[in-house]
């Protein structure tokens, strides 16, 4: 009898030979033999390895065994995951949260730290470096993914084989691989580019030449090598001028929130119709289709005639620690004014200029008050990984510039206690913070214009999503009176999305900026220029999720 002609039975308790059983022992569960003709198997809680006769292939028991690879299989107990021999015996001293199976001399293993990297067979580090997720090799080649979510592909010793970078990837297959960016999936080559220029909603490996993929308005169809249509299996379920119409009328969704926003919806739930109507002092009938809509939007849902608001609608409420109604109501009533303005801004001979928009909010403190809490919200939703990313000793003297409410101010020293940090922002912003942020004796409470004199010095200025907020003139103006306040070698950190050349990603967010401060969003060879010109040097650049990467620069 050959352990290869032997196969899990259709209960997974035992192994079959020309369909009878092989061995009268029954377990709780058994999986396929590898070579050298040993099978996991558990019973009662626990987990061993048997040979082709059913019998054990050693004494000690596990926790879990997994199939050999490579001739060594992976096993956990109670001192952690690692690899063993046939034999029974640890392969090696290391121990680790979980390991997978040897391909090509490597594993990838999960530390108690919770990194991952690859092993070689002597469960030593197969390079220096550790990831939020590796994968298997294949052909010399794995996919890793950074702390920032994005991946790429490495060789056997831990280095790049390409630069490139995409929200989500796959290992090659005949050539190419697949790979999903801003637009979609599609397929790239070894040098990480993508070898044509349609986006589809998936795609599966190339076979023979062509490859099954779902298109973005969920068609079916097989392409060829240069992106063409082969054959369509399936028609699309959505048209394109379905797809254009539903973005034409994306204004029905912002209306439809601000409004619920405005009239207090979100803070009188859960209630029945008839209630919420009373309270609110609306017509039931009427308040049932908006209701209704902001239901189709997930924002409510009906239970047993009670309506609630769901996860995504509870940020609608006023009192959310990370409430969103206060950029309803930006979104919904203020920036649609400014949008109009779009075409007379592009034209020649429009007379249209940049709104001021911190004289608009200076000179309604009731808006102005409004909108700086809109601001802390996305602050405290995306600020909480910044420290971190800075790499701080931990005392230095640190600028918060344009630092608003103060919430990253907050993160800072909740991780660096010692830090000596100043909030500089416009006086009518400082007044707002200073008398409310629970660590206002801790912090330096500055009334500065950006564009004068800062009237201090520090080690490390931070600027996040403020330059974005000006043109390059403005924005030169601002990095000089930041030189000014660092010494020789001090450090800049800049907090803002980087566009990426030949990726439309944030180019909405980019126009926004443009009707609404006259500001916008730039690419990594924008801002190092901007930085040159203002007396900094670009060091580094850390991408800290799909929004946001932090620019070092040093002062020259």
Known sequence: MSWADLVVSPCCTHHLLNNAPAYSERFDEVLKFHSPGLAPVRCAGLAWHIQPDGTPAYVRRFKRTFGFYEGLAAVEAEEGAFHIMPGGEAAYSERYDWCGNFQGGHCPVRTPHGTYLHITHDGRPAYAERWRYVGDFRDGVAVVQSDDGRST?????????????????????????????????????????????????????????????????????????????????????????????????????????ASGVELGVFDVLPGTTAVIAQQLQVHSDRLVRLLRALSELNLTQEVSGEWRATERGSYLRHDHPLTLSHAALEFGHHFPVMWRQLSTALRRDGEWSPPDIFGMLASDPKRGALHHQMLLSYARHDYSCVPAALSLVGT??????????????????????????????????????????????????????????????????????????????????????????????????????????GDPSG??????????????????????????????????????????????????
């Not at 010692?418 to 912003?429: K, Q, Y």
């Not at 180019?507 to 220029?529: F, I, K, P, S």
């Open 153 to 257: 592909h490495i060789n056997t010793h831990g280095v790049k084989i390409h630069d490139v970078w995409f929200d989500d990837l796959d290992v090659f297959h005949k050539g190419f691989a697949r790979a999903k960016d801003s637009r979609g999936w599609t397929h790239i080559d070894t040098q990480g580019r993508p070898i044509y220029e349609r986006r589809f909603a998936s795609v599966e490996p190339f076979y023979n030449g062509q490859s099954r993929v779902e298109t973005l308005c969920g068609g079916l169809e097989v392409i060829d090598e240069l992106g063409l249509t082969v054959a369509v299996l399936r028609a699309p379920s959505r048209s394109e001028f379905a797809a254009l119409s539903g973005d034409m009328v994306g204004f029905w969704r912002t209306q439809a929130i």
């Open 507 to 556: 180019a909405l967010c980019d126009l926004h900026l443009l009707m609404v401060t006259g500001g916008r969003e730039r690419t990594l060879a924008q801002y190092e220029d901007l930085l040159a010109r203002g007396g900094f040097k670009l060091k580094e650049t850390k991408r800290l999720n799909a929004l946001s990467s932090i620019l070092i620069g040093e002062a020259a």
């Open 396 to 501: 230095e003297r640190v600028v918060d510039a344009g630092g608003g409410l103060g919430e990253l101010a907050d993160v800072l020293l909740e991780r660096y206690p010692a830090l000596d940090v100043t909030v500089l922002d416009r006086p009518e912003v400082v007044q707002q913070a200073s008398a409310t942020h629970p660590r206002r004796e801790q912090i330096t409470w500055l009334s500065r214009d950006f564009f004068g004199d800062w009237g201090t010095t520090a080690d490390v200025v931070v600027m996040a999503r403020i330059l974005h907020d000006w043109d390059d003139a403005d924005a030169l103006r601002i990095l000089v009176r930041a030189r000014d306040s660092l010494p020789r070698g001090g450090r800049l950190h800049i907090v803002e999305m980087v566009l990426s050349d």
